[in-house]
């Protein structure tokens, strides 16, 4: 089993609506998690760090931990077309590094 | 302006020839990184450093070396022995992982696109 997992996508939703972006982990003792945005040709730039249970908002974003079921996701509200982009989901891997999700491919159409 | 900077851009390597990749960054972060991703894929950690003079490999570390002689500075070169080495190479930065909370965030440079001729 991968140690962080997306579901794979693409994701394509209208603009305006919210985008719902999910991850799964394997390490049950994982308390950091980062959400990556890359936009085609460009590197990841850090959206969201999320160190608790619960969740976190910031602006049209909001990222939830939910270490029982082991997953953290990503919602977008208000999506917009510059938001088209993909999202990498970041967590604790082996040797306590920092490992990437494979990336979700999110399309907002106007 | 503090950042990190990667260079260069775009780099064309032929069979059977060494490269290396800049990457400096003047954030005063401890732990830098070299990633590997390949289209449609996330990043795999070639090498890591959490100290000057000190760096271990990662999930992919065969056919590349690195050097950590300054703090500012995390050259990466790919060697011939790396059989596939077309990909887009990323440089980070963080304060050193596991602090109170776990591990921090990294930030990344602009890339290095390599191109195996």
């Known amino acids: 089993q991968k140690e962080v997992e997306q579901n794979s996508g693409p994701l394509s939703v209208p603009e305006g609506a919210i985008a719902s972006l999910n991850c799964t982990y394997s390490d049950r003792v994982s308390q950091s998690f980062f959400w990556y945005r890359q936009y085609s040709g460009k590197s990841p730039e850090l959206i969201m760090s999320?160190?608790?249970?619960g969740d976190k908002e910031d602006g049209r974003f909001t990222a939830q931990l939910n270490k029982a079921s082991q997953y953290v996701s990503l919602l977008i509200r208000d999506s917009q077309p510059s938001d088209s982009a993909t999202y990498l989901c970041?967590?604790?891997?082996?040797?306590?590094?920092?490992?990437f999700g494979s990336g979700t491919q999110l399309t907002v159409l106007p | 302006d503090g950042g990190i900077t990667q260079s260069p851009k775009y780099l064309f390597r032929k069979e059977g020839q060494n490269v290396t990749l800049s990457c400096e960054q003047n954030l005063n972060h401890d732990a830098m990184y070299w990633y590997r991703q390949d289209p449609g894929q996330g990043l795999r950690l070639i090498y890591y450093?959490?100290?000057?003079?000190?760096?271990q490999k990662g999930d992919i570390a065969e056919g590349y070396s690195v050097s950590r002689e300054k703090k500012e500075s995390f050259p990466l070169t790919v060697t011939s022995a790396q059989k596939n080495p077309t990909a887009f190479y990323l440089c980070?930065?963080?304060?050193?992982?596991?602090?109170?909370?776990?591990?921090?965030?990294?930030?990344f440079g602009p890339g290095t696109r390599l191109t195996v001729l």
């Open positions: 980070a930065s963080s304060f050193r992982p596991y602090r109170d909370r776990g591990l921090v965030e990294q930030f």
């Open positions: 970041a967590g604790p891997g082996s040797a306590r590094q920092l490992t």
């Open positions: 450093s959490q100290i000057v003079n000190d760096f």
């Open positions: 999320i160190y608790s249970n």
